[in-house]
């Protein structure tokens, strides 16, 4: 059972930075490409970014402020987020196992999702 666990979340001020974490196991982890989304509340979830072998893709909300890396070694992958703001305030979670004929910024093709980390942006 593919097992994929984020942390990192919190409370932080507008302008301030948060780094997740996924951490991910039982799995072939540097095979995949794995993304975030973030779902606010009455929201539905959206892409946030992706990280593959050879490519990274941002939503254009989060470009120049977020940005995605990726330790094998650890299997993890990280979500560094700066210059914060309240519209970031979500759950986020991250995904991986996207289904063939899905594209990756659509949340409802993902096999494997997390349990999800608060993050809130007070101003």
């Known amino acids: 059972q593919v097992q994929l666990v984020e942390s990192g979340g919190g409370l932080v001020q507008a302008g301030g930075s948060l780094r997740l974490s996924c951490a991910a196991s039982?799995?072939?982890?540097?095979?995949?490409?794995i993304s975030w989304f973030r779902q606010a509340p009455g929201k539905e979830r959206e892409f946030v970014s992706r990280i593959s072998a050879r490519r990274l893709d941002y939503a254009d909300s989060v470009k120049g402020r977020f940005t995605i890396s990726r330790d094998n070694a650890r299997n993890t992958v990280y979500l560094q987020m700066n210059n914060l703001k309240p519209e970031d305030t979500a759950v986020y979670y991250c995904?991986?196992?996207?289904?063939?004929?899905?594209?990756?910024?659509?949340?409802?093709?993902?096999?494997?999702w997390g349990q999800g980390t608060q993050v809130t942006v007070s101003s």
């Open positions: 039982k799995f072939t982890f540097s095979s995949y490409f």
């Open positions: 995904a991986a196992g996207l289904r063939e004929g899905h594209y990756y910024y659509n949340y409802d093709g993902y096999n494997y």
